[in-house]
Structure formats: C-alpha cells, structure tokens
C-alpha cells in the first residue's frame, strides 16, 4: 500500500496592520507632493505679482539701487517658500500639545517691541536688526490663531458662556498690547481673527449677539465719550483715518489726500492700465506708499482693469482653497486652524482693496503676499504652509480609510 501524499501548503501572508498606509504606487500624485496645487497656484501668482508691482513702482524710490525693494522682496519670498514648503510636511496636530507655550511666545514676540523696538510710521512696532527689520505683531497673528484653535478644542464638550469669554479674553489681551504701539490695523486682525474660530468652533448665536452689543458699546465710548471728558484712546491722525474715507474731499491735503490720490490712479488705468512709462501718479510720487499700502493702486494704474481683476482672482482662488480645505479637515483642530487663516487673510484683502477704492478706513493694514514688507510676507507664507498641512493630513486620513482622493 502506497503512502497517500499530502498536497503542498500555500505559505499564508502576513496580515497587515490596519493603519498602515497603502503602497506608495496607490497613493495620488498629489499626496506624494503633500501640496494642494492650485493654492501653491494662487500663491506663486500672487508673489509674482507683487514682485511685478514692486519692481515697477520703486524704480526711483532708492538713488543708484533702482532694484532695491524689488531683490529684498524676493529673497523674503525664497526664504517664505522654503519655510511654507516645510511646514506643509508637518502634522500639524501636533503643535495642539503646546497651545499655552504657543499663546505665551506670542505675548513674549509683542511685548518686546516696548524696551527695543523702533518708531516707524509713529508706531513702535518694528525691532531693528542687523540686516532686517521684523514686525512681531505680524507673526502674533498667526500665533494666536494656532493658540486659540488648541484653547477651544480642549473645551468643545461644554461649550457655553466660559469657554466664549476665555476666548475673547485671550484675543483681546494681545489687542490692547498692539493697541499700545499703537498699530490699529493689526490689532483689528487680531480681533477678526478671534472671531472667525469662535464661529468656525460653533459658538451659539446669542453669544455673537452679545458681543456685537459690546463692540458697539467700546466705540461709542472709544469715538464719543471718552473724547469728550478729555481722554483719548486713539491718536488724532488714526481718528482721521478712521473718518476720513466717508467724505475724503474734506480734508484733501492730510487724511483724505492718499485716497484721493488712489482713486485717481486706479480710474486712470482703465481697461489696461497706462503702462509703466505713462503711470504718473506711481512715477511721480503722487501716490503715497505705493510699495505698501497702497500697492493695489499701482497694478490698476499700471495694468487697469485687467491687472486688478487677475489680483483679485489669485485671491479668490486663494481663499476658495482655504475654505475647501477647512471642510475636508481631518479634525476640529485642523478645521479652526484653516478657517482662522483664510479669514485672517480674506479680511486683510477687503480692508485694503477697499482702503485703495474708498470704501474702507486706511488702518496700514497690507495686501497679504502683494504688499512689500519681509514680516509680512513670511506670515502669510507660513500660513499657507499650516493650510497645506491640513490638507495633507486630509488626503493622507482619506487614502487610508480607502475613499477617494480629496482635490
């Protein structure tokens, strides 16, 4: 009798983890580059377009160096670039763990201004160093956003009365700081920015209500009351500002001069702009920081219309990404975080394009990644890092739970 042969044995795979990622053969281009193409898009128009402007508004503003601006604007840019590429390869979860470090560098980053910081402007808001000069209340408004996002998370589950006025508090302590410098446009970022996590996070309508009530209440006292018994929380020349831009005619020789100046350089530029040689009011000085606060103005004398409408679709598409992006979050964390961004920058666009049209108060408050200034720029561009982040961290949940890529 023959021995009956037992059929081989198939070798048995070792089962795979369920949180392990998929091959990187699976994975979309896309998620591999860890960037969302069409903000890094919008991102690199708008840099080039702010070097553009630069370039043709200061070619005089330097005697013998008529490319001054123009070559630190876009080293800023390199380095801002080098730094959003890194940050958006950074799981942004985890900078949750050090919210209160975060909060307590901010108020550190502000308050240094006071002892060594240098007048510019009529605003102690710049520390000079060797080779430049940095503005610490710029990156305090990335800081408190990141700070405020890890502040709510932790008290999502009760979220009532407390947890709104802690938030309010921890906004406004940095406000009344930049207020000191004094630096009204930044501190009303600050504000704004405080208020869009508070909405993103959920916070019940009465308390939105309530604070309205409060904010109403802080400028009559601020325009009205407090003036009139002799004490004064705003310089003369921020109150004209402030007031300046609903009759800027008044006053065409101080307050309302720079609006007046810029609504003729935009309507001067029509369809497709006078060009560079025939742009008067940027060549010939009318046109007050025009490398600044004013930047807008020159692309729509320079480039009309047109000009305009390609700046203001880079921010659209800018700010569509940002949204896009806070609703495919990951988590709540990252959700605030994407939401404080694009709302810090959406706001800053409408206040200075409206500033340069008439239509807002010149607060000095700058076109993110268009207006000349190195802190600025690095702000922003690390802000853009942090929504690249959020949607990596997205794309990368998603590919695991096996759904669809997100775009």
Known sequence: MTPSTSPPVTPVPAIQPATEPPPPELLPREWRLRLDPLL?????????CSLLAISVSTTDDVPGDPRYYVIRQGIFAAFGLVVMYGLS?????????LTYPIYGVMLVFILSVFPIGSVVNGSRSWIE???????????????????????????????????TAGVMLLGLLPVMLVMLQPDLGTAIVYVVATVAVLFIAGAPFRHFAALGGLAGLAIALTLVALPAVGVSVLKPYQVDRLTSFMEPGGDPSDAGYQQAQSKIAIGSGEKTGRGVDNATQTGLDFLPEHHTDFIFAVIGETYGFAGCALVLSLYALLVWR??????????????LI?????????FQVFVNVGMTIGIMPITGIPAPLLSYGGSSLLVTLMAVGL??????????TAARKGRAPLF
């Open 387 to 396: 929504l690249q982040s959020v949607h990596a961290q997205a794309r990368e």
């Open 89 to 97: 390869r950074l799981d942004y979860s985890l900078l949750r763990r």
């Open 40 to 48: 890094l898009l919008a991102t690199l128009g708008l840099v080039g």
């Open 322 to 335: 940002g949204l896009h992006i806070l609703t495919t979050a990951k988590n709540l964390y990252g959700a």
């Open 338 to 346: 994407a939401g404080g961004v694009t709302v810090m920058i959406l």
């Open 129 to 163: 160093l060797p080779w430049i000069s940095i503005q610490p209340s710029e990156f305090g408004k990335l800081l408190l956003i990141v700070a405020l996002a890890g502040f709510v998370v932790e008290r999502m589950r009760r979220f009532d009365r407390q947890t």
